[in-house]
C-alpha cells in the first residue's frame, strides 16, 4: 500500500507510472512481464521470417502484453480513486 499523501494535483501518467514502480509490488512485476514481453516481440519484430511456432508465440505475446497493460491500468484508476490528488 502507497504510505503517503500524494501531495501534487494533478499527477500525469508517467509521474503516476514511476510511483507505482516504487511503492507498488504487484504493478512492478506486471510492469517488469510486459517489458519481457516486449524485448519478445522486438526479437520476433527483428525476423523476416517466422516459423509456425514463432508466429503462434508472438500472438501469444500480445495478448499476454495486453493482458499485463491492462491490469496496470486498472492499478492505476484505482489508485486515482483512492488518491483524488493523482487526477
Known sequence: MISFAVEEVGMNE?????????????????????????KRLDLYKSK??????????????KKRKLSLKDRMYGIMEEFRKSHPAAR
Open 48 to 61: 523476416h521470417i517466422l516459423t509456425e511456432k514463432e508466429k503462434l508465440e508472438e500472438k501469444e505475446l
Open 14 to 38: 508517467k509521474e503516476l507510472k514511476e510511483l507505482l514502480l516504487k511503492e507498488n509490488e504487484e504493478f512492478r512485476k506486471l510492469f517488469n512481464e510486459h517489458q519481457s514481453c516486449e
